[in-house]
């Protein structure tokens, strides 16, 4: 951590007590007039940190900045998230995971930036990210199963989001195959997991996680290849993005403990509870040609099981799918 982070984090661990300057300069080792320009660089930032004389420092108000001191506070995950990198700016979180993880970082590191330059959805797609008000983040794991599993997990973060969000906002967050998050048919967050391996091993894997948070209306561009939302239009206030992120990791953390321990029978139930299209008459944009049939769910490797008319079963690995007929 940063000295500013360090003592943020001595702020945490005594929540609502004066620290004094002289215990702050010997807990960091630095000097106590090195002390005050950290507290004058953390009020800049926007923490509102009360000083009294002979009695030191208190905070009394953090402002919305995804810090690892913030975010660690309070967090109960036994793996993900014991280690998360913190940066104001990246092309990519995805990216920045995945050249972290070539260095040998442990696994269940999570990198989050408050802006990204060069954010990216599924088939290249540009995801919007603008400073400040999102959450834009990735995971990464290193599980010990085959590669071919490995599109198991896409569910875990399509799950972990979906219930977080409504267990904290009380907004329907449904999932949409194969990777976004909806509320009322709007696209509230979108996941793009990213595999490194070889035949036989997973070297990692990055679970990229974007959600749109405190986002008005007029910042969405026009050219959006479907309508969007966020947190702060369904609930009608602007969220702290803190407390968040720190549910978000804990769901993740334990969903994927049930996943290595019980596989994914467990995880496609939960996915297929919050999905809207099971059991319904759907078409499906293969690119090249267009098919029609019922959702029955989710195969083994996570492939979408789709009925068609003549009784045969078609197994959809990538496609754009939509409703076109009532539930059954």
């Known amino acids: ?87 104001a700016s990246t092309s990519s979180t995805n990216q920045l995971a995945q050249q972290m993880a070539t260095e040998g970082v442990s696994e269940g590191l999570v990198v989050l930036a408050e802006e990204q330059t060069a954010g990216r959805g599924r088939m290249g797609r540009r995801w919007e990210s ?39 906002y009380a907004i329907n967050a449904r999932v949409k195959w194969p990777n976004d998050i909806l509320v009322g048919g709007r696209k509230i967050a979108g996941l793009l997991n990213e595999l490194s391996a070889e035949t036989e091993q997973i070297h990692s894997l990055v679970l990229g ?5 405190n986002m008005l209306a007029e910042q969405f561009p026009d050219d959006l290849r479907y309508p969007a939302t966020s947190v702060r239009i369904e609930t009608g206030r602007s969220q702290p993005r803190v407390a968040l992120v720190r549910q978000l990791l804990q769901r993740i953390d334990f969903l994927y403990a049930e996943f290595l321990e019980q596989g994914f029978a467990p995880l496609r139930r939960r996915w297929e509870a919050l999905f809207d299209l099971l059991d319904r008459q759907v078409e499906v944009d293969l690119g090249n040609r267009k098919i029609s ?36």
């Open 1 to 87: 951590m940063t000295t500013r982070e360090q003592i943020v984090q001595l702020f945490r661990n005594r929540p609502g007590e004066y620290v004094s300057g002289q215990e702050l300069s010997r807990e960091l080792h630095i000097s106590r007039a090195a002390i005050w320009k950290q507290i004058e660089q953390l009020r800049e930032l926007g923490y509102e940190i009360e000083a009294q004389r002979a009695r030191g420092y208190r905070l009394l108000e953090s402002p919305d900045l995804l810090l690892p001191a913030d975010l660690t506070s309070d967090l109960s995950s036994q793996l993900v998230g014991q280690q998360i990198h913190c940066v």
């Open 130 to 168: 603008p400073a400040g008000v999102n959450v834009y983040g990735s995971i990464l794991l290193k599980p010990q199963i085959p590669p071919y599993q490995a599109p198991q997990l896409t569910f875990l973060s399509a799950v972990a989001t979906a219930e977080v969000l409504t267990d904290l």
């Open 209 to 213: 996680i974007g959600i749109n948070v």
């Open 293 to 328: 049939g019922v959702i029955g769910g989710l195969e083994a490797d996570g492939a979408l099981r789709l009925f068609l008319p003549d009784g045969q079963v078609e197994r959809i690995v990538a496609g754009d799918v939509r409703p076109i007929g009532q539930k059954r």
